[in-house]
């Protein structure tokens, strides 16, 4: 029996000791385009390498770099739909945040709530760890730029 059979479930480990989803998410990071960010003293920039595997893949329609708020952004590597989730999510708890607050979520809090989903993802059954890193750039509360992995 080979390690396939213990791929399913993200409890299970393999006869080596290691739990090969988490191995497999790793691995679609490895394999992803490089991301960087630099942070300055009054900003902050992302940006990625934008290559595709294929000539058939249209370049417009692929975005690596996305705004969540309008004083942070966010760029990946690994696995792209899995990218788009996250996005989406961070979107969404900025925007509850400004409903309650009425002011834009400081990039500290908003790295915190997107890294609570994906540990979320990693420990719940049912669903696969994202294979995806995050680098998300943008301005704190005080205003100071900051740039987290």
């Given at each position: 029996?080979?390690?396939s059979?213990?791929?399913?479930?993200?409890?299970?480990?393999?006869?080596?000791?290691k739990?090969?989803?988490?191995?497999?998410?790793?691995?679609?990071v490895a394999?992803?385009?490089?991301?960087?960010?630099?942070a300055?003293?009054?900003?902050?920039?992302?940006?990625?390498?934008?290559?595709?595997?294929?000539?058939?893949?249209?370049?417009?329609?692929v975005?690596k770099v996305?705004r969540i708020?309008?004083?942070?952004?966010?760029?990946?590597?690994?696995?792209?739909?899995?990218?788009?989730?996250?996005v989406?999510k961070?979107?969404?708890?900025?925007?509850a945040?400004?409903r309650?607050?009425?002011e834009?979520?400081?990039?500290?809090?908003?790295?915190k709530?997107?890294?609570?989903?994906?540990q979320e993802?990693t420990?719940?059954?049912?669903?696969?760890?994202?294979?995806?890193?995050?680098?998300?750039a943008?301005m704190?509360?005080?205003?100071?730029p900051?740039c987290?992995?």
């Amino acid at each position: 029996m080979g390690d396939s059979a213990y791929s399913f479930s993200l409890t299970t480990f393999s006869r080596t000791g290691k739990l090969l989803q988490i191995e497999y998410a790793l691995n679609a990071v490895a394999n992803g385009r490089t991301a960087l960010g630099i942070a300055a003293t009054d900003g902050v920039v992302i940006c990625t390498d934008k290559k595709f595997s294929s000539a058939l893949v249209e370049g417009e329609g692929v975005r690596k770099v996305e705004r969540i708020t309008d004083g942070s952004g966010v760029v990946y590597a690994g696995v792209g739909p899995d990218y788009r989730v996250l996005v989406r999510k961070a979107r969404k708890s900025s925007q509850a945040y400004y409903r309650e607050y009425r002011e834009t979520k400081p990039i500290s809090q908003l790295v915190k709530s997107t890294a609570s989903v994906m540990q979320e993802y990693t420990q719940s059954g049912g669903v696969r760890p994202f294979g995806v890193s995050l680098l998300m750039a943008g301005m704190d509360g005080d205003g100071t730029p900051a740039c987290f992995r």
